[in-house]
């Protein structure tokens, strides 16, 4: 039972333009939910997170959206940077259990 | 920045073996976790730790492992009798709450079992 879900193994953009990518998730408990950013040889970092009471949190070139409704979210990067290239994993957790269900991942290429 | 530190990067053990896994939280956190990544797959959950008890674990989570917090600063996992399938990228994190706190990973422990 695949909780959390990103459908698009891989994305490319060109630098400067909006990268915008997908997750989704069915457990209605769910109720934060976090991008993680990751490099080779290293471990998940921290980009940006939402709590369910909110459905937009923006920092920087970061911003989750968030439609409980469909339980969807997306993160967008605008400006798309070179060095954003990376694997971004969605994750999600409810307030009680504080372990994170992440997705599967989305290579994102940003091309200079 | 502080960050969460994990020993050794890379560990290469015969099946059968005892494997200790460390990891070093940052210092004012409370909540610990450990996650596995087999290579090409997700990051998923083992267990996590509150308390100095084991708050959650998942069902990966059997009786062959073990987590312990020994000193207040380590937290260590332990695969007693290790199986090829254990092979993957073990990564450590903590975080200073529960639910509403991202939690900050190491840079991982690569377990290879021959």
């Known amino acids: 039972d695949q909780q959390v879900k990103q459908n698009s193994p891989s994305l490319s953009v060109q630098e400067g333009r909006i990268s915008i990518l997908n997750c989704d998730y069915t457990?209605?408990?769910?109720?934060?939910f976090l991008w993680y950013k990751k490099y080779p040889a290293e471990g998940p970092t921290f980009l940006i997170s939402?709590?369910?009471?909110?459905d937009k949190n923006e920092d920087g070139r970061f911003t989750v959206f968030l439609n409980k409704s469909a339980k969807h979210l997306s993160l967008h990067i605008v400006p798309s940077q070179p060095g954003d290239s990376a694997v971004y994993f969605c994750a999600a957790s409810d307030s009680n259990a504080g372990k994170s269900t992440f997705g599967d991942g989305t290579t994102l290429t940003v091309k200079p | 920045e502080p960050e969460v530190t994990q020993t050794p990067s890379h560990q290469v053990t015969q099946m059968g073996q005892e494997v200790i896994l460390r990891c070093v939280p940052i210092s004012n956190h409370l909540y610990f976790y450990w996650y596995r990544q087999i290579l090409g797959q997700k990051v998923e959950f083992l267990v996590s730790?509150?308390?100095?008890?084991?708050?959650?674990k998942s069902e990966i989570f059997d009786d062959q492992f073990s987590v312990e917090r020994p000193d207040g600063s380590n937290f260590t996992l332990k695969i007693r009798s290790t199986k090829l399938e254990d092979s993957a990228m073990y990564f450590c994190a903590s975080s200073g709450g529960g639910g509403y706190q991202p939690q900050h990973f190491g840079d991982g422990t690569r377990l290879s079992i021959l």
């Open positions: 939402i709590s369910s009471i909110k």
């Open positions: 457990n209605s408990m769910f109720d934060y």
């Open positions: 730790f509150y308390n100095n008890e084991i708050s959650e």
